[in-house]
Structures are given as structure tokens and as C-alpha cells.
Nanobody
Framework: QVQLVESGGGLVQPGGSLRLSCAASGSIFSIGAMGWYRQAPGKERESVAAITSGGSTNYADSVKGRFTISRDNAKNTVYLQMNSLKSEDTAVYYC?????????????????WGQGTQVTVSS
């Protein structure tokens, strides 16, 4: 079963850091453009960061200079390094992106979402 699984969330104090991981599993040939979204209670889901297959990145203004998205194609994994965390960063963080799966000589690309991981920034 092809899927994305996030990990690394938890409770951290303001000013602290966390690194989220998003690993693609299953018969994966390659990962394409990937990104992170987050959703806080009572708010709409918002894009946090994105990374293209070539490594180009984009960030929401609210996290620029604090968050870094990266990818390790050999591990079929994307990361979100979060530094200088604020209470406003508290949310469920979701990984999403295009995964190309293989079955014999056949390949199929589809968009997937992870189940989400909770990040809570509190003293």
C-alpha cells in the first residue's frame, strides 16, 4: 500500500525546535513535488512549505527564516525543520505530494496525503 506517514510531532517550548519527517512507503519509484500543510483548530488548512522535484522551495511568509523543507530522494522522505517555534505554530501538520509507484513495468503517479502529526508549542 502506497502511503505517506508523518512523524516527529510533539510538545515543545516556545523558541524550541522540531523536525518532522514524511516517509513514503510501498512500491515507490520516486517522490515528486512535496509539501507541508498545517491546520490549527478553527482555522483553514494552510500551505507551510513546498519543494519541487528539483529542490526549489517556497514558504509561507509566517515561517520564512524559521522553517526549512528538504528532501532525501534515496529515502523517499521529506523533512520540515522547524526552529524558533511560536505558539502560533501549534497545529496538525500534514505532508502531501506526488508519489510514483511501480508495478512491474507499469508506473502510476498520484497525489497523497499523510494522516497528520500534532505539533504543540507551549510553555
Amino acid at each position: 500500500q502506497v502511503q505517506l506517514v508523518e512523524s516527529g510531532g510533539g510538545l515543545v517550548q516556545p523558541g524550541g525546535s522540531l523536525r518532522l519527517s514524511c516517509a513514503a512507503s510501498g512500491s515507490i519509484f520516486s517522490i515528486g513535488a512535496m509539501g507541508w500543510y498545517r491546520q490549527a483548530p478553527g482555522k483553514e488548512r494552510e500551505s507551510v512549505a513546498a519543494i519541487t522535484s528539483g529542490g526549489s522551495t517556497n514558504y509561507a511568509d509566517s515561517v520564512k527564516g524559521r522553517f526549512t523543507i528538504s528532501r532525501d530522494n534515496a529515502k523517499n522522505t521529506v523533512y520540515l525543520q522547524m526552529n524558533s517555534l511560536k505558539s502560533e505554530d501549534t497545529a496538525v501538520y500534514y505532508c502531501n505530494g506526488d508519489l510514483t509507484s511501480s508495478s512491474g513495468s507499469h508506473y502510476y503517479t498520484a497525489h497523497y496525503w499523510g494522516q497528520g502529526t500534532q505539533v504543540t508549542v507551549s510553555s
